[in-house]
């Protein structure tokens, strides 16, 4: 029973530390393509920079 329990814990674990990061970074994403969609101003290129940058960093 002991092992189940460790079982179930473990699979939730995973499932919510990186299962939130996959989330994450599909939302990055995202948010990257929306941005490349607009006219390359200063305020986009600075936006791009850090969603790249966070990305990288997960």
């Known amino acids: 029973k002991k092992i ?11 499932q919510n ?3 939130f990061c996959e989330e994450h ?3 990055l994403e995202w948010k990257l393509l929306v941005i490349q969609n607009n ?3 200063q ?3 600075e936006e791009e920079a850090s969603i790249n940058l ?3 960093e997960n």
């Open 25 to 27: 970074l599909r939302v």
């Open 54 to 56: 966070e990305i990288q």
């Open 39 to 41: 006219p390359p101003t």
């Open 4 to 14: 189940e329990f460790t079982k179930i814990s473990l699979k939730n674990w995973n």
């Open 17 to 19: 530390c990186f299962g």
């Open 43 to 45: 305020e986009v290129l």
